[in-house]
């Protein structure tokens, strides 16, 4: 399933290609909470591999960078658990049925989808970022917490359904979801962002692994690419996480914004000419 570039390129070639292209995305990536499957999946691609086994091995790199970040988070008390383990659970189950059926769909659909979710996260990553706090008056539907100093309320009855949505989306295309669960954390359940930052890493994790599951169950799971990749994503995610707790996060969005985009526009081009 693995296949040379036009140019000729061999696999060793393109192997330390995707280290050092994976290394630099996962430290930018963890820097903002993100798990960067929307680069993985169109960088192994560019090199060579069948897009469901592009999935599968973004899943593994991303699951190797989310840990290693949150670690970090966890350290600076910015990754906040128990929000985390509410969000999270419908996340892992639609990530695993969409990891599990994407053969459903063929590489290209999987590609014009991926292209689409990529130009949503870009929209999202450009809308300005209030922290909305809460005012102290409970409602029902709505889980109230504090945590590192702030105090917030989620809504669940938007949380449980718009989170199992994004695990479907991303478990198929062979991402985290972390674009649109930052955003979910910020403008409707009014998290801080330091604090969706540091807890979005665990998120990505658990949802990756979920995915990766549910992928590699159908036999796309390369590890000759996959272990090597994944060690540098590690260090990536350690680097990107010590940036982060000295970095606002915010700075970021438009530059993100942007390479999300490219690749959105990379992967649609992938798609018409293959």
């Not at 459903?104 to 979710?117: A, E, M, R, W």
């Not at 102290?136 to 938007?158: H, I, M, Q, S, T």
């Not at 665990?202 to 994944?230: C, K, Q, Y």
Request: charged share 10%; glycine share 12%; aromatic share 10%.
């Amino acid at each position: 399933k693995l296949h040379k570039l036009n140019g000729g390129i061999n696999t060793d070639t393109g192997l330390l290609i995707g280290i050092v292209s994976v290394f630099f995305v996962a430290i930018l990536m963890s820097m903002v909470g993100r798990g960067g499957g929307n680069f993985y999946v169109p960088i192994l691609v560019f090199l060579g591999l069948e897009i469901h086994q592009a999935a599968t091995t973004a899943q593994f790199i991303l699951i190797a960078a989310a840990v290693a970040s949150a670690l970090i988070y966890n350290k600076h008390r910015t990754l906040d658990w128990k929000l985390a383990l509410l969000i999270e659970p419908p996340t892992n189950i639609g990530a695993f049925i969409g990891g599990y059926y994407s053969h459903v769909f063929t590489g290209t659909t999987l590609k014009f989808v991926f292209s689409g979710l990529l130009v949503l996260a870009s929209l999202f990553m450009l809308r300005p970022v209030r922290e909305k706090a809460y005012d102290g008056v409970k409602k029902k539907g709505y889980w109230y917490r504090e945590f590192g100093g702030y105090r917030y309320a989620v809504p669940l009855w938007v949380a449980v359904p718009v989170t199992f949505c994004t695990g479907l989306a991303a478990g198929l295309a062979g991402v985290s979801g972390g674009s649109f669960k930052i955003p979910l954390m910020v403008l409707a359940c009014g998290v801080p962002m330091r604090i969706a930052v540091g807890t979005s890493s665990a998120m990505v994790a658990a949802t990756a692994t979920s995915g990766f599951i549910g992928h590699a169950l159908r036999g796309d799971f390369n590890p000759e690419w996959a272990i090597p990749i994944a060690a540098a994503a590690v260090v990536g995610g350690l680097l990107g996480g010590r940036l982060s707790v000295k970095t606002d996060p915010d700075k970021l969005k438009l530059v993100f914004a942007g390479t999300t985009l490219l690749a959105a526009v990379f992967m649609l081009a992938n798609a018409i000419m293959t």
